[in-house]
């Protein structure tokens, strides 16, 4: 973006670099373990070689329709949506310079909340498919009117009053939706628990649907890698090294909007995700956006797969939604690491 | 605030809270009229005539025991404030007593009388999902209050107490085992009514006999009755020794051994649908569009008593649909045969096809 470039000093050498490799090394293998687990464990005791058997060879036995029909699909959806509030968090914490920023600032989840909750209000019900389209189109619409609200009428919004629009915009859209929701419990009822965020709701057709917007937003992020260096010097410094301040914010909110939106239209949203896994990966790679933005892009799926399966199994025969054990399994981790090292600073 | 009233209140004090009720009434009645209004003032004298006549087996003073604390009724109730689920308010419909003050429902119940309903002095605006309405109770002069199966803590059992004594059970009951027969007895032992009480439940439980000798060709089969709440999966209703079980048994069906693993965790996962088989399976839906996504999945599909039209589908809003709530939380002497009689016919369509 503007061609600016921002290299960081040499002297790091080559210890970063080969740190770095190891830890994609990893981050590769611990997301192929995830998916692995992902398809081998759930609340169907299938023994390791019958999946093995059926991931092969599919037979239309029962086994079969458990790991391709019910396993496959939130696998991917997992892996796709984690990825996506993996990048989103990455790229709002580098705009607002915040690391405690998650993408649920811009008012992506309360916009999405209640498009969904309006949906289903009009419709009188909503199949998941629909669901989709109605969170994302909200999510959109909440981060265009954040920035719009933020900026004031200039071109771009500054970090602090985007901040200031996205948790005032969130509260209010948030409310308006408690608020339908308290109308009519029954009718909403499938709303309250989609807001808790799962993985096993939206299918393969959807997840083709709405992966467009997702590959076009990390796309955009890494492309946007560069300008991010750059502007977290300072934004005299990113202007003097020629990156477009003002473009830049827009197109991250334009990334965010498609990471976010997606992910939370697919899943109801995973808001601990985009705040915890950019800091991990900052942990190892270090400020530069580029690692960051890959790094999380491979973490986040790890965690949000963990996290699902476990929910698979603390409460046999029933299931957790991956939403509420993400925190649980993430948390800890992230203290770990904060009482290991020093903060990771933008 | 909270209005804590003596016994013996002052009148000028009892006249302003039934005043400003009133006015509430008539603005909400304004702001909602399909729900059948708030507060409706009746013209009927306190106590006059609300209950029926006393059987003279209750010995007052009557301790009620409860799992939350103890009260004491020191002489027969006549003004009757009921909360909770619909088959408390149907303990008292059965019984032909008119409380005077009931939450509102969310639902026209097919059981309902509702001349009846409409003759209490206070039918509330807030349902089973809002806060009880502390404020509105204590406002209809309550000597007793029904809370079976209702009461969430120690801290509102004491602010209920605190209007007037309280019928909630002794030990706390898990929801899908609450026996509707002892609900209608403690209703009847606390008004005096124990007499009449047994004779309405003998009445239901031959109505459900009834029904069961209809229809033989349902005599010993198992049947599953879960509901699909779509998001958090399917919710297993007959459960081991639950009331879901107890009604479909009395129906004639035979207890479903597969019922015994939910007992603990009612949940039936997605990746475990098998589970759910039985000789008939009747599962509710929230609505058709979750229907068609269940229908449509191929571990549904395989299930033996889908894969064999065994399966009866009810999704909220069709006829019979309220057959759920019996299920789940809802039985009584009233609602039950209404319920058998349609759980039969359904039963019977899809085993006799």
Request: aromatic share 6%; charged share 15%; glycine share 10%.
């Amino acid at each position: 973006m503007g061609g600016g470039r921002a290299r960081r000093p040499r002297e790091r050498g080559g210890h970063v670099l080969r740190r770095r490799r190891a830890g994609v090394a990893v981050a590769l293998a611990a997301l192929a373990l995830a998916v692995l687990l992902s398809l081998a464990v759930g609340a169907n005791p299938l023994p390791l070689g019958r999946v093995w058997e059926v991931l092969t060879h599919p037979d239309g036995s029962e086994a079969s329709a458990v790991v391709w029909t019910e396993r496959w699909p939130r696998t991917l959806v997992g892996v796709a949506a984690g990825a996506a509030f993996g990048v989103a968090g990455a790229l709002v914490q580098a705009l607002t310079r915040n690391p405690l920023a998650d993408p649920g600032i811009l008012g992506v989840n309360a916009g999405a909340g209640l498009a969904v909750t309006v949906g289903v209000a009009l419709l009188g019900s909503a199949t998941t498919g629909q669901y989709v389209w109605f969170a994302f189109a909200g999510a959109a619409a909440a981060t265009v009117l954040v920035h719009l609200v933020g900026a004031g009428g200039r071109a771009a919004a500054s970090p602090v009053t985007l901040v200031l629009a996205g948790v005032a915009l969130g509260a209010v859209l948030g409310g308006v939706a408690t608020f339908l929701t308290l109308i009519d419990p029954e009718v909403f009822r499938a709303v309250r628990s989609w807001g808790l965020g799962s993985v096993a709701r939206t299918g393969v057709t959807d997840l083709v649907a709405v992966a467009p917007f997702l590959l076009a937003g990390l796309l955009v992020a890494l492309a946007l890698t560069g300008s991010l260096n750059a502007l977290a010097l300072g934004e005299e410094s990113a202007t003097s090294l020629g990156a477009r301040v003002g473009l830049t914010r827009v197109l991250v909110v334009v990334a965010v909007t498609l990471l976010a939106g997606g992910g939370t239209a697919l899943t109801g949203g995973l808001s601990f995700v985009g705040l915890m896994v950019p800091h991990v990966v900052r942990w190892s790679t270090g400020p530069d956006q580029r690692w960051v933005v890959a790094g999380s892009a491979l973490a986040a799926p790890v965690l949000v797969l963990l996290a699902d399966v476990l929910g698979r199994v603390v409460a046999r025969p029933g299931e957790v939604q991956v939403g509420v054990l993400t925190a649980v399994v993430g948390a800890p981790v992230l203290i770990a690491l904060a009482r290991r090292r020093t903060a990771s600073a933008l | 605030m909270i209005f804590r009233w003596s016994r013996r209140p002052a009148v000028a004090l009892t006249a302003l809270p039934v005043v400003l009720l009133a006015l509430v009434g008539c603005a909400s009645s304004e702001a909602a009229p399909s729900t059948g209004g708030g507060a409706s003032s009746s013209t009927s004298a306190a106590g006059g005539g609300l209950l029926p006549a006393a059987e003279g087996a209750t010995q007052y003073p009557l301790v009620l025991d409860t799992w939350a604390g103890q009260t004491e009724l020191t002489e027969r109730p006549e003004r009757v404030a009921v909360i909770g689920f619909s088959p408390n308010l149907d303990a008292l419909q059965a019984l032909g007593a008119t409380p005077v003050y009931t939450m509102g429902e969310e639902t026209d119940w097919p059981w309902r009388d509702q001349g009846w309903l409409a003759s209490i002095e206070t039918v509330d605006t807030a349902t089973r999902e809002d806060p009880i309405s502390f404020e509105a109770i204590a406002a209809s002069d309550p000597d007793l209050i029904v809370a079976v199966n209702y009461v969430a803590d120690e801290a509102d059992f004491a602010r209920l107490a605190s209007i007037a004594p309280v019928l909630e059970n002794a030990e706390q009951v898990r929801g899908d085992q609450i026996s509707w027969q002892q609900t209608q007895r403690m209703v009847g032992e606390a008004l005096d009514l124990s007499a009449a009480s047994e004779q309405v439940i003998s009445d239901a439980e031959a109505a459900v006999a009834r029904t069961a000798a209809e229809h033989p060709e349902l005599a010993g089969k198992t049947l599953t009755a879960a509901t699909d709440y779509s998001d958090t999966g399917i919710a297993y209703y007959t459960v081991a020794g639950g009331t879901a079980e107890r009604v479909v048994t009395q129906l004639g069906f035979a207890p479903n051994p597969r019922a015994q693993a939910f007992v603990d965790e009612p949940s039936v996962s997605d990746e475990r649908l098998g589970e759910l088989d039985a000789d008939v399976l009747v599962v509710f839906y929230l609505d058709d569009a979750v229907r068609r996504a269940r229908e449509a999945t191929p571990l549904f599909q395989a299930v033996p008593a889908v894969a064999d039209g065994r399966y009866v589908s009810i999704a909220t809003g069709e006829p019979g649909s309220e057959l759920t709530w019996v299920m789940r939380r809802g039985a009584s002497a009233l609602s039950l045969p209404w319920a058998v009689d349609v759980l039969a016919d359904r039963a019977s369509e899809v085993v006799t096809s």
